[in-house]
């Protein structure tokens, strides 16, 4: 160490984002951005771009306070220019913000994504699509002078129907990473955004060398109506179909009735099953005069889930039974009339239960005073006793039908057979996740812009942000999947599913020192932990 003294003139903690630096690079986000938005600023656009996705995946709001930041920090290293961090302010970002937006945010993001696709050889064949929303705190009066998204009330995917919101809506491929993302009004509807997709996906793909027919869509069940299936053409899609369908309950029931089941067993591949255990039926439905593939599946987990809504099917089954045995007459004078009241109450029943009936002969004594000698007079009466019980059969198919659902598709089987279609469908659950970063208080905290149109430009740097997150984890994975060995994950259990939220603790409080030549080094050797990740996370050479 003596021969090699090192002056420390700066020290610097840059933890994780050194990393995510690294795939911003690779991904050419700067460039492309610098590419896209001319502006004669001192800093370039594709530079505070990248600050704000660094800020994000940093967990602070991409806005707050972005030059006090990025003071402390390396930015030669982090942004690849050595600016000072007094040109991240306000008004700079402000207008990167307002210049985005006059391009095109959803423009970048695709444009980037191509970038992404290319590099980290990602299969696009199968897109899923998708929309949230996200609350707003604020009155946010439109102007309307720009045509920026609609701050207003809508459905609340949040469960806050008292604030304003915006809706989002993205495209992603590989299990989660964003290849397209826009922003809209608040008051959206989700039929109509698919509409619209329908209308535009073939282009899109096009950019990624995709044509039509080429991938599949993938999309809720808000997609599925006779509008928009119209719209698909030779596009193959992948869809819940709604249980508002009069198909939808018939062919469930059909399922459950005939019990002609394939079984699927446990998917291993379905990273989503958690163990369940699966079995399908499919046949042919018709909707608007065309006729589709239809699967229903059944899953044991799914039963579990829904145990709450069997439980309210039960009670509902229950007080109305209760209700029909409190019509019933159950005190008889003659036999006959009570045999055949037996007979009408065991064939009163509801839904899950039914009246069990029997007929039992009981004495009375007869009006009048007691006999000085003797017994009292007496007469014989029939008593119905009713009984209540659970119907194990319709008990059993509700249980059962309540583990179903139904997927409909245009793609034939000898591309996709149920197994392969339920693994297809169950990749949605990536976008799922995805809209979970996206709204992350610890990322996104409360938004509060003056102009709608800059929500539109912040809306960019999340979704860039989010392909980041998603492209690190989808390496790592890829790795583990190769190399048949995993990583230390939560509790000092190892994992094969590692997370970009474990890359971001693992390496905290990496310390950096660097001389008054600009040289640097580590001033803490690094963890044995921190190396295995490091390895995981490395990509081929720019």
């Given at each position: 160490m003596k021969a090699n003294r090192f002056t420390i003139a700066q020290v610097h903690t840059h933890n994780h984002l050194a990393i995510a630096a690294a795939y911003c690079r690779a991904i050419k986000v700067?460039?492309?951005?610098n590419r896209l938005?001319?502006?004669?600023?001192?800093?370039?656009?594709?530079?505070?771009?990248?600050?704000?996705?660094?800020?994000t995946l940093g967990g602070r709001s991409p806005l707050y306070r972005l030059a006090d930041t990025f003071e402390e920090k390396d930015l030669g290293l982090l942004l690849g220019s050595s600016i000072p961090a007094s040109s991240l302010n306000d008004t700079n970002v402000g207008r990167v913000l307002d210049a985005i937006f006059e391009f095109g945010a959803s423009k970048i993001i695709t444009e980037v994504a191509i970038e992404a696709v290319r590099f980290f050889d990602i299969d696009v064949s199968v897109?899923?699509?998708?929309?949230?929303?996200?609350?707003?705190?604020?009155?946010?009066?439109?102007s309307g002078k720009k045509g920026g998204p609609k701050l207003t009330y809508g459905h609340s995917k949040d469960n806050r129907p008292d604030l304003k919101q915006f809706m989002t809506e993205m495209l992603c491929v590989g299990r989660g990473v964003p290849i397209f993302g826009d922003t809209m009004d608040g008051n959206s509807s989700d039929k109509k955004r698919n509409n619209a997709m329908l209308s535009r996906i073939s282009s899109i793909m096009r950019r990624f060398g995709l044509g039509e027919g080429a991938f599949v869509y993938v999309a809720?069940?808000?997609?599925?109506?006779?509008?928009?299936?119209?719209?698909?053409?030779?596009?193959?899609?992948?869809?819940?179909?709604?249980?508002?369908f009069k198909a939808c309950k018939e062919v469930i029931d059909k399922a459950v009735s005939t019990q002609e089941w394939v079984p699927l067993g446990r998917p291993a591949e379905l990273e989503s099953s958690k163990?369940?255990?699966?079995?399908?039926?499919?046949?042919?439905?018709?909707?608007?005069?065309?006729?589709y593939r239809c699967v229903v599946y059944h899953s044991d987990s799914y039963d579990r889930r829904k145990q709450k809504a069997i439980e309210s099917e039960l009670k509902r089954s229950l007080d109305e039974i209760e209700a029909l045995r409190k019509?019933?007459?159950?005190?008889?004078?003659?036999?006959?009339?009570?045999?055949?009241?037996?007979?009408?109450?065991?064939?009163?029943?509801?839904?899950?239960?039914?009246?069990?009936?029997?007929?039992?002969?009981?004495?009375?004594?007869?009006?009048?005073?007691?006999?000085?000698?003797?017994?009292?007079?007496?007469?014989?009466?029939?008593?119905?006793?009713?009984?209540?019980?659970?119907?194990?059969?319709?008990?059993?198919?509700?249980?059962?039908?309540?583990?179903?659902?139904?997927?409909?598709?245009?793609?034939?089987?000898?591309?996709?057979?149920?197994?392969?279609?339920?693994?297809?469908?169950?990749?949605?659950?990536?976008?799922?996740?995805?809209?979970?970063f996206l709204k992350d208080p610890m990322i996104v905290n409360d938004l509060f812009l003056k102009k709608s149109e800059r929500i539109e430009a912040l809306g960019m740097i999340l979704v860039l942000a989010l392909m980041i997150y998603r492209l690190m984890e989808r390496q790592m994975r890829m790795y583990l999947a190769e190399e048949k060995t995993p990583l230390p994950?939560?509790?000092?259990?190892?994992?094969?599913?590692?997370?970009?939220?474990?890359?971001?603790?693992?390496?905290?409080?990496?310390?950096?020192?660097?001389?008054?030549?600009?040289?640097?080094?580590?001033?803490?050797?690094?963890?044995?932990?921190?190396?295995?990740?490091?390895?995981?996370?490395?990509?081929?050479?720019?």
């Open positions: 700067k460039e492309t951005v938005v001319p502006s004669r600023m001192e800093v370039d656009p594709g530079t505070v771009v990248v600050a704000m996705l660094l800020d897109v899923s699509y998708d929309t949230t929303s996200t609350s707003v705190w604020g009155q946010y009066i439109q809720d069940s808000a997609m599925v109506s006779e509008e928009n299936l119209a719209l698909l053409g030779s596009t193959g899609f992948v869809s819940r179909l709604p249980a508002n163990g369940a255990t699966y079995k399908a039926r499919e046949e042919l439905v018709e909707i608007g005069g065309v006729s019509t019933i007459e159950v005190k008889y004078y003659c036999r006959e009339d009570a045999i055949q009241a037996c007979l009408a109450a065991n064939r009163q029943h509801s839904a899950l239960h039914e009246i069990r009936a029997h007929v039992v002969q009981r004495q009375s004594y007869r009006r009048g005073r007691f006999p000085k000698e003797g017994p009292r007079a007496t007469r014989d009466y029939y008593e119905l006793e009713l009984k209540i019980q659970e119907r194990p059969e319709k008990l059993k198919q509700l249980k059962e039908r309540s583990g179903c659902f139904a997927i409909l598709t245009n793609v034939k089987e000898d591309k996709l057979d149920s197994r392969g279609l339920l693994k297809t469908y169950k990749g949605q659950y990536g976008i799922e996740s995805d809209f979970v994950g939560w509790a000092k259990r190892s994992t094969d599913r590692p997370t970009s939220f474990m890359v971001s603790t693992v390496f905290l409080e990496i310390l950096v020192g660097k001389d008054h030549r600009g040289k640097s080094c580590l001033l803490r050797p690094l963890e044995e932990r921190q190396h295995q990740f490091l390895r995981a996370l490395i990509f081929p050479p720019l």
